[in-house]
């Protein structure tokens, strides 16, 4: 037989051999017998431990009435949910879906099977399932407005000082700007008219005056004295510098910074002194004084004249007679602080810094006596009111505050803006405020509505700085990224004139007091003179 062949395996049949059962069944009978004597029970001859016993038993009349009564319950909740009134507009159904929780939209549906979803959902829900959401929204929405209330802290005493101070200060300049507003309107329309045409058309023939190059590297700020003899610029290079107006001279420069500075400005009372004069070999006019305060020219020239601040955090004061900071307004870094501003008084400076807060500062006393916070990101921009009582300051968060000095309240809150709000100034009547931002555009604002009442779509870039005619008010000056600077008409805001001249992206700018001149700084080291051509 090979290998090859399948092995056919027979299966032996088991034999079954039958017998008489008496013999079992005698033993079977005999162990029954011994455990009924016993006292146990009959197991069918079978082993006790190897049953499994259990007294449990299932109620089929239960568990049928517990189906008819989910099926009774689902019939109804049908018969409810073809009753329920679902509106056909389907805007208002996504709206219900989501205050209820729900997905808006499910792949592959449309408008009829999402209304019939809804209609099972208050079906489950309750009908009024949607109102009981929106009351609870409410109820939120009203225990969050009660932890984000305004809160105060009982602050120091220098503050409440310098709080009284500002009062007594403010209020007999607020009530000359009203009596000199009022005086203005005895004027008859047609002069009040031909003041602001006149001034309106030698901002429109403005052109440009001096270029000189100011720096080494990029110049980020620059303003006017009060006497509109001297402009300040501040640069990337860590100098600051002062320049005589119109010769565009240097005078001073100086040295205390150690990296970019972001800003510059002249004390309300700087004036050129004599020694600056000397130098430009200018016949001192003997009835002018060069400060406010009392005392004599060298005097005047050593008090703080001017401040600045940079990137570390650092704020310097300065005077005329040295080039080094006579003092340093310590507390700000490592935070950049964007912007100075004096306090129209001059007694007070304001800071802004990138720690979301801004500082007052009291220079007669060195001490800081307001830190306020309230922007969400860091406060760029900063500027005061004509009267002294209110500031405001914008913040990269796109939001503006106005602040009352006098109590510490947010009076107003400039919303509205799509970017970083990079410059805030006032107007002279006091109650209107113009603020610049990233979104390329100015709005302006009325204390009076607290709302906003204008928007100027000013550039085609980010606005880097917004300054009013100082007098008046009569035009805007708007500076740009987009290498330009714009004049624009008050209340109208009809482009007057565009200063396009910078080969760079313009960082900022400002009107003189007397209304003659226009300066603009570039990134492009360089700042521009601009006067009327009447020629």
């Given at each position: ?11 032996r049949?088991?034999q ?11 033993a ?35 568990e ?16 409810k949910?073809?009753?329920?009134n679902?509106?056909?507009d ?24 999402r ?36 809160w ?17 200060y ?13 005086a ?35 110049i ?10 001297m402009?300040?610029t501040s ?28 800003g ?6 700087a ?37 600045s ?13 040295s ?13 950049r ?23 007052l500062?009291?220079?007669e ?31 990269m ?28 100034d006032w ?13 390329h555009?100015?709005k ?20 880097s ?12 000056m708007?500076?740009?990224y ?12 009809h482009?007057?004139?565009t ?9 900022s ?19 521009k ?7």
């Amino acid at each position: 037989m090979s290998d090859d062949e399948d092995v056919i395996l027979v299966k032996r049949t088991k034999q079954v051999h039958y017998g008489s059962l008496e013999e079992q069944e005698k033993a079977r009978l005999a162990a029954l017998a011994a455990a009924a004597k016993e006292g146990v029970e009959d197991t069918g001859g079978k082993d006790l431990g190897d049953i499994q016993v259990s007294n449990e038993y299932m109620d089929l009349e239960d568990e049928i009435s517990k189906d008819k009564k989910a099926l009774l319950e689902e019939f109804e909740r049908r018969r409810k949910a073809r009753q329920l009134n679902v509106s056909t507009d389907d805007d208002e159904v996504r709206r219900s879906l989501r205050q209820l929780g729900e997905p808006v939209c499910l792949f592959g549906e449309g408008p009829a099977e999402r209304r019939v979803r809804l209609r099972d959902l208050l079906s489950y829900l309750g009908e009024d399932a949607i109102h009981k959401k929106l009351e609870e929204e409410e109820a939120r929405i009203e225990r969050d407005r009660g932890r984000e209330g305004t809160w105060y802290h009982e602050g120091p005493k220098e503050l409440r000082e310098a709080r009284l101070w500002i009062a007594k200060y403010s209020l007999p300049r607020a009530k000359a700007r009203l009596n000199k507003a009022r005086a203005e309107l005895q004027l008859a329309g047609s002069v009040r008219a031909a003041s602001k045409q006149d001034a309106q058309r030698r901002a429109a023939a403005v052109a440009i005056y001096c270029s000189q190059v100011g720096d080494t590297r990029p110049i980020s700020f620059c303003r006017f004295s009060s006497d509109s003899q001297m402009l300040i610029t501040s640069s990337w290079s860590g100098l600051v510098k002062v320049w005589s107006v119109p010769e565009c001279q240097e005078l001073q420069v100086l040295k205390g910074h150690t990296c970019n500075v972001s800003g510059a400005t002249f004390h309300p009372a700087a004036a050129m002194p004599q020694h600056f004069k000397d130098k430009l070999k200018i016949k001192s006019d003997p009835e002018s004084e060069p400060m406010e305060t009392g005392g004599s020219s060298e005097e005047k020239s050593e008090v703080c004249t001017m401040a600045s601040c940079a990137y570390d955090g650092t704020v310097h004061l300065w005077n005329f007679k040295s080039d080094s900071p006579m003092a340093s307004l310590p507390g700000h870094s490592p935070h950049r602080v964007s912007r100075v501003e004096f306090h129209p008084s001059g007694r007070m400076l304001a800071a802004a810094v990138f720690d979301s807060s801004w500082r007052l500062w009291d220079l007669e006393t060195a001490t800081e006596v307001l830190h306020q916070e309230g922007h969400a990101k860091e406060v760029y921009s900063v500027a005061f009111q004509c009267d002294g009582s209110l500031a405001v300051t914008g913040g990269m968060d796109a939001f503006g505050r106005v602040w009352d000095l006098r109590t510490g309240r947010c009076v107003m809150f400039l919303e509205g803006h799509l970017g970083p709000v990079l410059g805030v100034d006032w107007s002279p009547c006091g109650y209107t405020l113009a603020t610049a931002a990233q979104d390329h555009q100015t709005k302006i604002w009325d204390l009076r509505k607290r709302s906003c009442v204008y928007t100027v779509a000013a550039h085609t870039h980010l606005l880097s700085d917004v300054r009013y005619q100082k007098s008046h008010g009569h035009f805007l000056m708007t500076t740009s990224y987009d290498k330009s600077a714009k004049l624009w008409s008050n209340p109208a805001w009809h482009p007057l004139r565009t200063l396009a001249g910078h080969d760079n992206k313009v960082m900022s700018g400002d009107i003189s007091y007397d209304n003659k001149y226009i300066a603009t700084c570039s990134y492009d080291r360089t700042f521009k003179l601009w006067a009327p051509d009447l020629a």
